[in-house]
Nanobody
C-alpha cells in the first residue's frame, strides 16, 4: 500500500495550492481519507477528512472556508484545495487512509493505517 502526496511548494500569502494524494490501494471508496499537517516543533494536527460512509467531509476550524477536500475515485486520488493561504499554514502536509469500512475517529492520527511521505507547503508573508 502506498500513498503518494504531491503539489506542495512556495506560495505568497493569499495564494492557492492544490495537493494531491494518489493511493495504490485495492479499494479506495470504502476508506476514510484524511489530510494532516506538521510544523516544526509542533505536533501533527488534523486538517480535513473525507469519510467513506455517506461522503461527509470535515475540517479543522482553522481551515474552514479556505480548504476543500475532495476525491476522484476513478483515479484513487484525494485532493486538498487550499485557498487564502496564510503564513501559519506553512507545514509538511500528509495524506492518510484508514482501513476498510473504518467507522472510528477521522480527526486523529490513530484512525489511519496508511500514510504518505508528506509534501512541504511554505507560505511567505
Amino acid at each position: 500500500v502506498q500513498l503518494q502526496a504531491s503539489g506542495g511548494g512556495l506560495v505568497q500569502a493569499g495564494g492557492s495550492l492544490r495537493l494531491s494524494c494518489a493511493a495504490s490501494l485495492r479499494t479506495f471508496t470504502d476508506r476514510n481519507m484524511g489530510w494532516f499537517r506538521q510544523s516544526p516543533g509542533k505536533e501533527r494536527e488534523f486538517v480535513a477528512a473525507s469519510r467513506w460512509s455517506g461522503g461527509s467531509t470535515y475540517y479543522a476550524d482553522f481551515v474552514k472556508g479556505r480548504f476543500t477536500i475532495s476525491r476522484e475515485s476513478a483515479k484513487n486520488t484525494v485532493y486538498l484545495q487550499m485557498n487564502s493561504l496564510k503564513p501559519e499554514d506553512t507545514a509538511v502536509y500528509y495524506c492518510a487512509a484508514s482501513r476498510r469500512y473504518y467507522s472510528g475517529s477521522y480527526d486523529r492520527s490513530d484512525g489511519y493505517d496508511y500514510w504518505g511521505q508528506g509534501t512541504l507547503v511554505t507560505v511567505s508573508s
